[in-house]
């Protein structure tokens, strides 16, 4: 549960980030044009990774409750590949904090037209 939880945050700054930098984009500067387009192409990545995990989350939570009562070799197989997914997370949330710097730097003044 707690991955899905933490999944569902991942999704809901992801959804701030991309508010955020559509009320950016009509006052940055011209020379920032590329870094706009920089921070809208990697949310979509980090979206479709985030869905990718999500998936993977959801199948493990199924498996888990396929093979709980079964050998304890199948469930050691279960917590490594939820261990796993932890593990990307934790890669993922690294790559929104760039993201959210990424923006930050956009919401700087200096970024945007006078």
């Given at each position: 549960a707690s991955l899905q939880q933490s999944g569902e945050r991942g999704a809901e700054r992801l959804r701030r980030l991309e508010r955020i930098l559509g009320s950016l984009s009509?006052?940055?500067?011209?020379?920032?044009?590329?870094?706009?387009?920089?921070?809208?192409?990697?949310?979509?990545?980090?979206?479709?990774?985030?869905?990718?995990?999500?998936?993977a989350v959801a199948?493990?939570?199924?498996?888990?409750?396929?093979?709980?009562?079964?050998?304890?070799?199948?469930?050691?197989?279960?917590?490594?590949?939820?261990e796993q997914q932890q593990q990307a997370l934790s890669t993922w949330e690294r790559a929104v904090a760039a993201q959210m710097e990424a923006i930050a730097a956009l919401q700087d003044?200096?970024?945007r037209k006078s």
């Amino acid at each position: 549960a707690s991955l899905q939880q933490s999944g569902e945050r991942g999704a809901e700054r992801l959804r701030r980030l991309e508010r955020i930098l559509g009320s950016l984009s009509p006052d940055v500067r011209e020379a920032q044009h590329a870094a706009v387009g920089a921070c809208r192409a990697g949310l979509k990545a980090l979206a479709e990774q985030l869905q990718q995990h999500q998936l993977a989350v959801a199948e493990l939570g199924v498996r888990a409750a396929l093979v709980v009562n079964e050998e304890p070799r199948a469930m050691s197989e279960v917590r490594r590949h939820l261990e796993q997914q932890q593990q990307a997370l934790s890669t993922w949330e690294r790559a929104v904090a760039a993201q959210m710097e990424a923006i930050a730097a956009l919401q700087d003044p200096s970024a945007r037209k006078s």
